[in-house]
């Protein structure tokens, strides 16, 4: 395909269009199967466009090859307007017969006629939702300062729609985010270093061999090349909620790495998470959306999943009921004094931590937080002597990585790919049954006694 025609830079209020507008693209760019996605849209949409014409007995004048050329520009420069829903509302077209035909004519290489058809056929068709496709805003001339306002077309919400079910609407579209080069032979197992007298940390390549619950990386990372991975959206509200508007882009921040790693910390042996692939960095919102080959997916996550590790470590038997809903205090604040004194040297830096975070989400807490300190390590008084040991926490995230690499070894023996998010698996959703036997398994063949709650 050729390069897009681009808007120009806005002129003021009387100009071509406003500053809301985007001016139809007169050609389509963008990857190969979003401009596959585009044609089989557009084909449809002709269709039944073709159809709800004829039921109301309105004559097409034009052919339905030249009706899908000018479909394919606006559904094109709409798909837009909803992508980048933080910059433009409309998208303007010329409904002068002169800008299409004259010899040097901005639109010379659409056909007037056909858009005009597109335009009225739009307009008067309704979509799913019982509501037109787009509502057209009339164009304004001025004779007296010989300038106004092209015509401007507003895609309905039901339209939208439409456009975000068929994934028309992307970040960065039409042509998605630009993928980093990412090295495929990195390292399977890694460890960070602190630098600079500590105050920069560094990740190397570890040197060993994959010990039995490792070697699952290599099979998995095989699995994970292949696996395309994309974003169905139900509506285009669900799809701007994905949006920054005020730094006009996605909250995904990248969609480059599909290759695992195990991290430790410091030493081998402490730590110990996987880390590498992008969808790892994906706002937890986001993905509920999430697609695997085609097809939607589930999240499934160990609840209360730092706690139960504790419990096991201690071996006893946690609280029954949710282990962090204590008394009338929210159980957030308590999932906080938990987070806060694991990763904490001493009962006075944990205390600190919390304080800090009170002060800055709620201030009027922060005389509190001793108190909740006090209250959420009493009702787990059976796990309290483990803290501040120092490699408490690293034991954590060991025990938690291991369990991790027997959930991925269990799925891949059975077929199934599946991605970790630390202590939750994503695995398409006809899979869950398989998904949940796995968690149990694996998290009980390092604790026998303890039966996890899945969520």
Known sequence: MGQAEEPQAFPQIGGAYDSRSLLIYTQVEGTTTYQNRLDRFVTDLSKELMQSAKNAGSELK???????????????????????????????????????????????????????????????????????????????????????????????????????????????????????????????????????????????????????DEVVLELVNEKLKNLRIDFSFPDHASYKQSLKHTAQTSKLRHMSGNQLSRRFTSRDG????????????????????????????????????????????????????????????????????????????????????????????????????????????????AVSNLLFKGQTWARLQYLESTIALRVLMQTTEAGITCIPVHDSFIVQSCHKSELETAMHQAFQSVFPDLKPILK
């Open 270 to 381: 402490d730590g110990g998470r996987l880390y590498g692939h992008w969808v790892q960095q994906c706002p937890s919102g986001l993905r509920r959306y999430l697609t695997f080959n085609g097809k939607p997916t589930i999240e499934l996550d160990f609840s209360s999943m730092q706690l139960y590790l504790l419990y096991g470590m201690a071996e006893a038997q946690p609280p029954k009921g949710d282990l962090y809903s204590i008394g009338r205090i929210d159980r957030d604040w308590m999932k906080s004094v938990l987070t806060k004194s694991v990763g904490a040297e001493t009962r006075d830096e944990a205390i600190a931590a919390l304080r800090a975070e009170m002060k800055q989400a709620a201030s009027k807490l922060m005389k509190k937080a001793e108190t909740y300190f006090d209250v959420f390590w009493e009702h787990h008084s």
């Open 62 to 212: 034009v052919k339905r090859i030249d009706l899908e050329k000018a479909l394919l520009c606006l559904v094109h420069s709409f798909a837009h307007v909803a992508s980048v829903d933080y910059q433009y509302d409309y998208v303007s077209v010329s409904l002068n017969k002169n800008d299409y035909d004259r010899a040097n004519a901005p639109f010379k290489s659409l056909s007037y006629p056909s858009i005009r058809a597109a335009i009225e056929l739009l307009t008067d068709c309704l979509c799913k939702g019982n509501e037109a496709y787009v509502v057209k805003k009339a164009g304004t001339y001025d004779n007296v300062i010989k300038s106004g306002l092209r015509t401007r077309l507003e895609p309905t919400a039901a339209f939208l729609n439409q456009l975000t079910q068929a994934q028309l609407v992307f970040w960065a579209h039409p042509k998605g985010f630009k993928k980093k080069n990412t090295k495929n032979d990195q390292s399977l197992l890694q460890l960070t270093v602190k630098t600079d007298n500590g105050k920069s940390k560094t990740v190397q390549a570890l040197s060993r061999d994959l010990n039995p």
